[in-house]
């Protein structure tokens, strides 16, 4: 199951009233949500305000979602939206060329540094991906690789199990240990993550 | 937060819970902060891994204050899949194409005495005899204008005198019957050619119709 399908699994628990599955879409998105409209308002504490209009806009729409585009395509385009209607009641000119949603999700330079961006919010983005790296690459080989599978180059629990020669419940708890791991050492970087509200 | 909900959380994010374990995941969820967080950092680290994480991270406390915003909005009715109108519309558009092909399919063009006297005299009650011979005419009333009261509004015309309906009885009942005007396709007269047409008003006494019958006769 790619990543559509896990969203669409979750936009239809939230269709039939489910509010913790918006939860999980809200937390899993968050942080691409605020990066992309950084790149429309350089003011770090709007941003925040127009990611979370942005979602609030998405629950509201969410029952009229059909799932004719991915999630993330639908809920980027209301983001964008939101952040030029803000630019423009606030008397501001918004761009007139639009970050492609593949480039806001995958492209080259997703995440990287663009004119918002703190010396100190870079640092964190940077100690995050080294947190991930380093601990994976100590990772052992079948957790490593099981993992690497997964994320990188996206294959089902099916193909894993396919390539490792294992069944799908030792692929299954493999990832997880990886991700275990990973989350150890991740958890106390982000810890010391700003809360700009507090 | 137990290992096996971390491990179901983990299978979530790939999409390999069944309905029933996401489910009960999600009732886990409500009340596991810690595993929420979880989720969170569990998606993080795929970012890292694919080397995209996105270059401002939402402050810790930002998926919070969205399900707070979200829970002092305006509740937007979450309700099953409506069709649009559009939808209704179009299926209405095509019911009534159907019908009026229906129509033009069923129109009688001068039917056979033998196939269409059936159909008529089906219809035909005793109370109203003058009518009774219409169907024993070659035209006949076509089905879906067939009872009385379909029968008694309309006549069919008949064309020229080369027609099989010549010998139709223009006035069978107390309404005048006009012919109409014959149609043409590529200059030949069609006999098959008929039209109804609905008449309201009397021009000949109800006694003076036996004599005009015989006459057609």
Not at chain 1, 4 to 19: K, S, Y
């Amino acid at each position: 199951m790619g990543e559509n399908e896990v969203d669409q699994a979750l936009v239809e628990r939230v269709q039939a009233g489910d509010r913790r599955a918006f939860d999980l879409l809200v937390r899993k998105y968050q942080h691409r949500l605020v990066a992309l409209i950084s790149r429309y308002v350089r003011d770090w504490s709007e941003c925040e305000d127009i990611a979370q209009e942005s979602f609030v806009r998405a629950w509201k729409a969410l029952p009229a979602f059909r799932g004719e585009s991915a999630f993330y395509t639908w809920l980027y385009k209301i983001a964008v939206n939101t952040a030029k209607n803000h630019l423009v009641a606030m008397g501001r000119r918004p761009p007139t060329d639009d970050i492609a949603v593949e480039d806001a999700v995958h492209g080259p330079g997703a995440g990287r540094l663009h004119e918002s961006a703190t010396p100190e919010r870079e640092l964190m983005r940077q100690q995050v991906e080294q947190t991930v790296f380093s601990t994976v690459q100590a990772l052992p080989e079948e957790l490593r690789v099981a993992i690497t599978l997964r994320e990188v180059d996206g294959l089902s629990y099916d193909e894993i199990a396919e390539k490792m020669g294992c069944p799908i419940g030792t692929v299954r708890s493999r990832i997880f240990r990886a991700r275990e791991a990973i989350d150890e050492k991740l958890r106390p970087v982000l810890d010391t993550r700003e809360d700009y509200r507090t | 937060m137990s290992e096996s909900n971390l491990e179901n959380l983990s299978a979530a994010a790939d999409g390999q819970l069944s309905a029933q374990e996401l489910r009960f995941l999600m009732r886990r969820l409500d009340h596991d902060q810690a595993l929420r967080d979880a989720w969170d950092r569990f998606h993080l680290a795929g970012d890292g891994l694919r080397g995209q994480v996105p270059g401002q991270l939402a402050s810790a406390g930002f998926a919070a204050r969205v399900m707070a915003a979200i829970d002092q909005a305006p509740l937007v009715a979450v309700a099953p899949r409506r069709r649009h109108w559009l939808h209704w519309s179009a299926g209405g558009a095509i019911a009534a194409g159907v019908a009026v092909a229906a129509l033009m399919v069923s129109q009688p063009a001068g039917r056979r005495p033998d196939t269409a006297a059936p159909v008529a005299a089906t219809h035909v009650t005793s109370a109203d005899a003058s009518v009774a011979d219409v169907g024993s005419s070659p035209a006949a009333a076509p089905q879906w204008l067939s009872g009385n009261v379909a029968s008694r509004l309309t006549q069919q015309a008949a064309y020229g005198s080369g027609s099989p309906m010549a010998s139709y009885p223009q006035q069978v009942s107390q309404y005048q019957v006009q012919p109409l005007q014959p149609v043409q396709f590529n200059g030949a007269i069609s006999a098959n050619d008929a039209r109804y047409m609905i008449l309201l008003s009397p021009v000949v006494p109800a006694q003076a119709i036996p004599q005009q019958r015989a006459q057609a006769r």
